[in-house]
């Protein structure tokens, strides 16, 4: 089965720095997210991305984050400068054009720990 | 701003009963509902959904219950098994528009015992 595939699965970083999420969709997918779930609170949409462009985006997803899909096949999420409150599981997402949310699959995420 | 509830955290049930988790939304927009399933270090798995235009939907042990006059769903699991126990999550996204950008409640943690 098609599967979303995210690396690292899980990142320490000093806050401050940069870090760079990776994703690889479902090869024929269409639609692109990201989603992010702090410790114990529930799971929050940050951004949607589809025909190269984004199409949405939460306020949690402010200057400092920024997503690109470089070469057709993978998708990053970036964070320029992190913070601790960055600190969460981070799960990519993508689905088909056909089906409302029919196919829409997520990765198994990153852990993103700032210290 | 919860616009969609599940009000409780964790559900405990014998094996071979029946589970039934619960969740209530707010936004009138919403008229598609997901059930997703999450084991720890995992992904969100999706289980089951149900549109507005329908009030059930069923697949093998798992059945979505939609009352929109109620704003509320609840997923049964009938029977239960030890494998079932993980996080669930109900989720909801609007129609129209392009994004669905899914929202999601806090999840339920369903306990089953052998």
């Known amino acids: 089965e098609p599967e979303v595939t995210q690396t690292p699965s899980h990142q320490v970083t000093q806050m401050g720095q940069e870090v760079i999420l990776r994703c690889v969709p479902i090869?024929?997918?269409?639609?692109f997210y990201w989603y992010r779930q702090i410790l114990g609170q529930k799971v929050e949409f940050l951004v949607s991305?589809?025909?190269?462009?984004?199409?949405?985006k939460s306020e949690i997803f402010d200057d400092q984050f920024s997503v690109e899909r470089p070469d057709g096949s993978n998708f990053t999420l970036k964070i320029r400068s992190t913070k601790l409150e960055d600190s969460a599981m981070y799960f990519c997402?993508?689905?088909?054009?056909?089906?409302?949310?029919?196919?829409?699959?997520f990765g198994s995420g990153t852990r993103l720990t700032v210290v | 701003d919860q616009q969609v509830k599940q009000n409780s955290p964790s559900l405990s049930v014998q094996e071979g009963r029946i589970s039934i988790l619960n969740c209530d939304y707010t936004?009138?927009?919403?008229?598609?509902f997901l059930w997703y399933k999450k084991y720890p270090a995992e992904g969100p798995t999706f289980l089951i959904s149900?549109?507005?235009?329908?009030d059930k939907n069923e697949d093998g042990r798992f059945t979505v219950f939609l009352n929109k006059s109620a704003k509320h769903l609840s997923l049964h699991i009938v029977p239960s098994q030890p494998g079932d126990s993980a996080v669930y999550f109900c989720?909801?996204?609007?129609?129209?528009?392009?994004?669905?950008?899914?929202?999601f409640g806090k999840g339920t943690l369903l306990t089953v015992n052998p």
């Open positions: 997402a993508s689905k088909p054009r056909q089906g409302g949310n029919y196919g829409y699959t």
């Open positions: 090869s024929n997918h269409l639609y």
């Open positions: 991305f589809y025909n190269n462009e984004i199409s949405e």
């Open positions: 936004n009138s927009m919403f008229d598609y």
């Open positions: 149900i549109s507005s235009i329908k």
């Open positions: 989720a909801a996204s609007p129609s129209g528009g392009s994004n669905y950008k899914l929202t």
